[in-house]
């Protein structure tokens, strides 16, 4: 789509409202506000004239001075349908996002089991709880005689806080503070703990959980890590995460531009921060390709030191051959 002055501006005035009015740094907002309106008076944006161009600016030029990955401005050919004050979604949106979690089998990419009996679960994203319960409950069934287990979020770029607390909750015992979100909006900490009910049976803390990671790990990926992390709950494996701490929500700035605007920020029970612009620090940094099978060395090693059958000890020795 081709657009003109009138749109640019139209566009930039909501955006610096909407960015002062929902942001969850409100100091920082009236920067970035006073940044965008400098430059559309000095005339930066005027020779853009395509909308998808528009928005890549818009978001390079947000992202240039905040460095959240979350802030972004988005174009829509089809024209968005209008906001709504009710906040949940409608039945037609329900449909479609139930649609679009089945393409996706809900985020579970592999649920498996590796040789010497480690679990493996490739978690592409975390869905809603009400669409994801019943099949965690199912993967950890499946998992639940495994000897240890390795979560690859290495393509994980992120999805619903709740999943991660639900998820989290199959390996403790006992309940547990993972986080808190702070949040703009009503200008409280909302307190997230593992459930003390599952659908399905627990895995525990007795066994050992190893998390992979990558610089596309984001978001909700990072902060199941962070919580593990910090909970020497697990170890984490392969690279720096992206870096984006920040939970929001769309708000429409015409019928064609929308802006995805972070309300709240995580803060750690353990460390009291985030991992906002820095990511996620893995425990053993390898590459991220390599990291499926550093996990199961470490792991097979540890099952070495304590394995008396020499038939074992044999089998064992040829995998970590193999994985090297």
Same mark, same amino acid.
């Given at each position: 789509?081709?657009?003109?002055a009138?749109?640019?501006?139209?566009?930039?005035?909501?955006?610096?409202?909407?960015?002062? #009015? *929902?942001?969850?740094?409100?100091?920082?907002?009236?920067?970035?506000?006073?940044?965008?309106?400098? =430059?559309q008076?000095?005339?930066?944006y005027?020779?853009?004239?395509?909308?998808?161009?528009?928005?890549?600016?818009?978001?390079?030029?947000?992202q240039?001075?905040?460095h959240d #990955?979350?802030?972004?401005?988005?174009?829509?050919?089809?024209?968005?349908?209008?906001?709504?004050?009710?906040?949940?979604?409608?039945?037609?949106?329900?449909?479609?996002?139930?649609?679009?979690?089945?393409?996706?089998?809900?985020?579970?990419?592999?649920?498996?089991?590796?040789?010497?009996n480690?679990? *493996?679960?490739?978690l592409?994203?975390?869905?809603?709880?009400?669409?994801?319960?019943?099949?965690y409950a199912?993967m950890?069934?499946?998992?639940?005689d495994?000897?240890?287990?390795?979560i690859?979020? #290495?393509?994980?770029?992120?999805?619903?806080?709740?999943?991660v607390?639900?998820?989290?909750?199959?390996?403790?015992?006992?309940?547990?503070?993972?986080?808190?979100? *702070?949040?703009?909006?009503?200008n409280r900490?909302?307190?997230?703990?593992?459930?003390?009910?599952?659908?399905?049976?627990?895995?525990?803390?007795?066994?050992?959980v190893?998390?992979?990671?990558?610089? =596309?790990?984001?978001?909700?990926?990072?902060?199941?890590?962070?919580a593990? =992390?910090?909970? $020497?709950?697990?170890?984490?494996?392969?690279?720096?995460?992206?870096?984006?701490?920040?939970?929001?929500?769309?708000?429409?700035?015409? #019928?064609?531009?929308?802006?995805?605007?972070?309300?709240?920020?995580s803060?750690?029970?353990?460390?009291?921060?985030?991992?906002?612009?820095?990511?996620?620090?893995?425990?053993?940094?390898?590459?991220?390709?390599?990291?499926?099978?550093?996990?199961?060395?470490?792991?097979?090693a540890g099952?070495?030191?304590?394995? $008396?059958?020499p038939?074992?000890?044999?089998?064992?020795?040829?995998?970590? =051959?193999?994985?090297?």
């Amino acid at each position: 789509m081709v657009i003109d002055a009138a749109t640019r501006q139209q566009v930039v005035d909501t955006l610096v409202a909407d960015l002062e #009015r *929902y942001y969850v740094f409100p100091d920082k907002a009236k920067q970035y506000a006073a940044m965008l309106n400098a =430059k559309q008076q000095q005339g930066a944006y005027d020779a853009v004239s395509s909308a998808e161009g528009f928005a890549r600016r818009l978001t390079g030029d947000l992202q240039a001075v905040s460095h959240d #990955r979350h802030l972004e401005v988005q174009y829509s050919a089809e024209p968005l349908p209008p906001e709504s004050a009710n906040t949940e979604p409608s039945a037609q949106e329900n449909a479609e996002l139930l649609g679009i979690g089945r393409r996706l089998n809900f985020g579970i990419e592999t649920v498996g089991r590796l040789p010497f009996n480690i679990g *493996y679960v490739d978690l592409h994203a975390f869905m809603p709880p009400d669409q994801v319960s019943s099949r965690y409950a199912a993967m950890m069934t499946l998992l639940g005689d495994t000897r240890a287990l390795i979560i690859d979020l #290495r393509k994980n770029d992120g999805g619903d806080p709740d999943a991660v607390g639900l998820l989290a909750s199959y390996l403790f015992d006992r309940r547990t503070h993972l986080n808190d979100i *702070y949040t703009r909006t009503d200008n409280r900490n909302h307190e997230m703990w593992t459930r003390t009910r599952l659908d399905g049976p627990r895995y525990g803390a007795a066994r050992e959980v190893y998390v992979l990671t990558s610089g =596309k790990t984001f978001s909700a990926g990072e902060d199941f890590s962070y919580a593990l =992390k910090n909970l $020497k709950r697990a170890t984490l494996v392969g690279e720096t995460t992206g870096g984006g701490a920040h939970p929001g929500m769309p708000h429409m700035l015409d #019928r064609h531009f929308a802006v995805f605007i972070p309300f709240g920020r995580s803060i750690s029970p353990v460390t009291h921060t985030d991992w906002e612009g820095t990511g996620v620090v893995p425990d053993l940094a390898v590459p991220s390709d390599d990291a499926l099978a550093v996990a199961q060395r470490r792991l097979l090693a540890g099952f070495l030191a304590t394995e $008396k059958d020499p038939e074992v000890r044999d089998a064992l020795n040829r995998r970590l =051959k193999e994985l090297h």
